[in-house]
């Protein structure tokens, strides 16, 4: 098994952005033009506990994902301002994340989340059969099951304490051996984390924290839209008032949706996406394609201010990007 502390950092505004985008739809992409500072780390406690952990000290992110069938994540939240579920949270808070649970965050400023994972057979001691129903309950909203978002609890922050500490245990450790971390540190956690839910179970304050308002479902439609590919020949061509019309509603219902999930308005948001659909494809040097080609596909006419606002996202030129000695 392996056991040892891997961090990840990525502080370079040219290397920043390509672990983050993938093909399609992303579950992580960047939210601001400019340098990026994002470290990640992971420690396996045991087979089917682990802990895990965000910091993000510049720049903005997007993540959004749902948790896997069967598994179990508590995630400890600590930021100035962040979204959380279209919720935001000053300060700390806690979200409990089951089996197909969605999580999605918008992180703006300077913030930090670590997170206890328990595969589907640890969950199952977590979670009892009993507790189950009830869980379930609670994340169920408008967009089917949602992660449970609630204040941090005495039993919560001594929980998050203990995380941290283990990360921090294991980056001055910088080796392992066999005899650490012990077998009692994941057992400790487990049965931790169960009286952590039957607690959260039982404050009925965590439940108004499960409603997703209408202006949240209508920021993911909006942001589903952003990111469908254009067609080369400008049929799909995505603006306010279209996506008003496709989805029914205002133009000023989707702004308002918008700054309350992202803390971002249509255009900068489209402007952002497209950047990175742009730079997908840069990367992979198409051929016979080039930068004024692909530009204008991704609905930037005016070369020069694309140009700009490319480099501010990913500190090089375009032309650059698509150069053959290029990274």
């Not at 045991?46 to 895990?52: E, L």
């Not at 129903?133 to 089917?144: D, F, I, N, V």
């Not at 409603?211 to 049929?235: H, I």
Request: glycine share 8%; proline share 5%; with cysteine.
């Amino acid at each position: 098994m392996n056991r040892a502390v891997e961090p990840t950092s990525v502080a370079h505004r040219e290397t920043a952005a390509a672990p983050l985008v993938k093909e399609g739809r992303p579950r992580i992409y960047r939210l601001h033009a400019g340098a990026l500072d994002l470290t990640r780390a992971y420690l396996a406690l045991s087979r089917g506990v682990s802990v895990q952990e965000i910091r993000l000290r510049a720049g903005g992110v997007r993540i959004d994902g749902r948790i896997s069938p069967g598994a179990l994540k508590i995630v400890f939240l600590r930021a100035e301002e962040i979204r959380v579920l279209g919720n935001r949270v000053s300060g700390e808070a806690m979200a409990i994340a089951y089996g197909g649970s969605r999580l999605d965050v918008a992180a703006n400023r300077p913030g930090s989340a670590v997170a206890l994972y328990f595969s589907p057979a640890v969950a199952r001691c977590v979670v009892t059969e009993e507790a189950l129903p009830a869980l379930r309950r609670r994340m169920e909203g408008p967009l089917g099951l949602e992660t449970l978002l609630s204040p941090v609890t005495q039993r919560g922050r001594a929980l998050a304490r203990s995380a941290r500490g283990l990360l921090e245990r294991a980056r001055e450790k910088g080796a392992w051996t066999r005899a650490w971390p012990p077998a009692l540190e994941a057992e400790a956690v487990v049965e931790t984390s169960a009286a952590l839910i039957r607690d959260i179970l039982g404050d009925d304050r965590s439940a108004a924290q499960t409603s997703v308002k209408r202006r949240r479902e209508l920021a993911l439609m909006v942001e589903n839209l952003l990111w469908e590919t254009p067609f080369d020949d400008g049929l799909r061509r995505l603006s306010l008032d279209d996506a008003a019309v496709r989805l029914r509603c205002s133009r000023r219902s989707i702004q308002l949706a918008l700054q309350d999930e992202f803390g971002l308005g249509f255009t900068a948001l489209k402007r952002l996406i497209r950047l990175q659909q742009v730079h997908a494809i840069l990367r992979r040097r198409p051929a016979g394609r080039g930068v004024g080609r692909v530009a204008k596909a991704y609905e930037f006419n005016h070369l020069g201010r694309f140009a700009g606002h490319y480099r501010d996202m990913f500190g090089v030129l375009p032309s650059v990007e698509l150069s053959p000695g290029s990274a």
